[in-house]
């Protein structure tokens, strides 16, 4: 295949120009554009073509009712307590570049919309919107069965940045959400998950709302020569 400039710069556009926006129209995505993205993300690549990837995908009163289940026990600060991730996501230690860099993304969001570091119920309520798909239509949940181990993990991450890059071609906007994990026991019971299935993380799909301001946010990437050691 040799494809031509055009070609290249609609992949390209796709790629780059997704971001984790947190803001949704209410428009709704028909079954058949979500089917799709999810066929054109399945040809991500795994080890021995194991597909080690399961995705639910809650609309209307499914995708409310766990919205509402989650968000009664993220505003309860027992119950909350009572629910803990069943794998790290972050680091126990965090170190610099990268706490720095979670820093800034923090920092540069609540300063979009007007959160003093000290206002501690105006992030609680921003952190809340995770658990309400940050208004979008769509909330996907995708899980993986227990016996698969960390190289199925990684397979994993290809097919959801395959997911966020087809919904950025058919003009759709997404928010991986490693929030939801915290809450995988409600999670699990109310998707019907099966014991073997662990959650991975959730997602907001649909249309993005031009008129919100934590839309604006555009995070910083390191330049290549930042990352990358070329040896001749």
Not at 35 to 42: H, N, S
Not at 58 to 80: F, I, N, W
Not at 90 to 100: A, G, L, Q, V
Request: glycine share 6%.
């Amino acid at each position: 295949m040799n494809p031509s400039p055009e070609q290249i710069a609609l992949v390209d556009a796709a790629i780059t120009s997704r971001r984790s926006l947190r803001a949704f129209l209410p428009t709704p995505v028909p079954r058949e554009t979500i089917e799709d993205i999810l066929a054109v993300a399945a040809r991500a690549p795994s080890g021995t073509n194991t597909q080690p990837w399961k995705v639910y995908v809650l609309t209307g009163r499914a995708k409310d009712e766990l919205a509402r289940q989650v968000t009664s026990a993220y505003d309860d600060p027992a119950e909350r307590a009572a629910h803990v991730e069943e794998y790290a996501y972050y680091p126990t230690e965090w170190r610099s570049p990268f706490i720095d860099r979670r820093r800034k993304v923090g920092w540069d969001l609540y300063s979009l919309l007007g959160i003093a570091k000290t206002d501690k119920a105006r992030m609680h309520a921003q952190h809340r919107r995770n658990y309400e798909f940050f208004g979008a239509p769509v909330g996907l949940i995708f899980t993986i069965d227990r016996v698969m181990r960390q190289g199925s993990w990684l397979d994993y991450g290809m097919f959801l940045q395959n997911v966020m890059v087809a919904a950025r071609a058919r003009g759709l906007d997404t928010c991986p959400q490693a929030a939801f994990t915290q809450f995988h026991r409600i999670i699990s019971a109310h998707i019907g998950a099966p014991e073997n299935e662990q959650v991975v993380c959730g997602m907001s799909l649909g249309h993005a709302d031009p008129a919100a301001v934590e839309n604006t946010l555009v995070t910083e990437r390191e330049p290549v020569g930042g990352f990358t050691r070329f040896l001749d």
